[in-house]
């Protein structure tokens, strides 16, 4: 009942800070508010020496650039919060987005029906990572590992290494979902928006969210009230694979392709943007609305460093400082739960 009361925040911070308020606020208050903190920081800075920053046209691409990522952090905070790790989130993409597009141009499907198909055939591979962490055992990093290098090969062989594209008369729904617009609003930022509307109220309004907090927190804890681990767990991964399944079908209607080398080395990107935005890769503790912040905050870096000339093979390296710096106060924070 302990871990349940404390879920709907942080449930791993509310019953320590009660015993030991003095040792847990700093890395709390940096856990919080450092990245909500940092974007403006570097917002304001940019906005003074970059020229066009602060111009309209450019914080939509900051948007709609932080979209394909962002969507798909969204199931990686859940499959972290739950205790696991999933790096074949940018296979799943590629997979998903190969599909959507092969069908639509190959076989003639509506272009619908291949968005609907892909993606779950994308949830069927996040439920295969689920089965083999859970059910077979094997660490879910190596489980991972082995499924996105099964499927980017599969991808490979069907496609022979090309790619696919849409002549002029098919993909229109593809195409819409990845540089349509909806109003005055481009659609992959309200598909963005609409996944983090939909997370944040599964993860703090329903059991499952609750259990998935839980599962984190303790699996023992967990088995003793009652709670499946195994089969949640798989269903986290299934959730997680489904949702980029999305991203990879917006990445692909936002290129107008795809290809089997798609979105490779994404899911690097995608679990930098939820460790910054404060879920521990340690388990149980974790907001999606803070991911979006993080995805946010890396388009944002980028954005600003690509209008300041910054050469580009120094981009990995600032990112990768902010990585290295967002992990190293999670492991602090943990020290001393």
């Known amino acids: 009942m302990t871990t349940t009361q404390a879920i709907p925040d942080d449930p791993v911070d509310e019953p320590i800070e009660a015993a030991a308020p003095s040792r ?11 990245v909500p903190l ?4 570097v917002s304001v800075v940019f906005a003074v020496a970059a020229e066009g920053f602060l111009t309209s046209d450019n914080l939509v691409n900051v948007f709609r650039q932080s979209a394909v990522t962002a969507i798909a ?3 990686a905070t859940m499959i972290l919060i739950a205790g696991g790790i999933d790096i074949s989130q940018g296979a799943i993409m590629a997979a998903s987005g190969l599909t959507a597009v092969a069908l639509t141009e190959r076989s003639g499907i509506p272009d619908a ?4 198909i892909a993606m779950l055939l994308a949830l069927t591979m996040g439920a295969i990572n689920g089965l083999l962490a859970e059910r077979l055992r094997i660490p879910a990093f190596i489980a991972t590992l082995g499924t996105a290098l099964v499927i980017r090969g599969v991808a490979f062989v069907r496609t022979e290494g090309r790619s696919i594209g849409f002549t002029a008369d098919r993909g229109a729904f593809i195409t819409w979902l990845g540089k349509g617009d909806i109003g005055p609003i481009p659609t992959p930022i309200v598909i963005m928006f609409a996944v983090y509307a939909a997370s944040a109220a599964v993860m703090s309004r329903t059991v499952w ?5 839980a599962v984190g927190c303790s699996e023992k804890a ?3 009230a009652g709670v499946r681990v195994a089969l949640h767990r798989t269903s986290i991964y299934a959730v997680g694979g489904l949702i980029s399944g999305l991203a990879g079908v917006v990445l692909a209607g936002r290129l107008g392709s795809a290809s089997p080398g798609l979105a490779t080395g994404a899911e690097f990107d995608i679990l930098t943007a939820v460790v910054l935005g404060g879920t521990s890769i340690y388990g149980g503790r974790g907001n999606v609305l803070r991911t979006l912040v993080g995805a946010l905050f890396l388009s944002v870096l980028t954005n600003g460093l690509i209008l300041l000339k910054v050469p580009t093979f120094y981009q990995p390296i600032t990112v990768g400082l902010v990585l290295l710096s967002a992990l190293s106060v999670d492991r602090l924070r943990s020290d001393k739960t």
Do not use: C, K, N, Q
Not at 38 to 41: D, F, M
Not at 113 to 116: G, I, M
Not at 209 to 213: D, E, Q, R, V
């Open 24 to 34: 847990r606020s700093a890395g709390d208050f940096w856990s919080v508010y450092g």
């Open 38 to 41: 940092a974007l403006v920081a």
């Open 73 to 75: 952090a969204a199931g």
């Open 113 to 116: 029906l291949a968005v609907l």
């Open 209 to 213: 969210g609750l259990h998935t907090y």
């Open 222 to 224: 967990s088995r003793i």
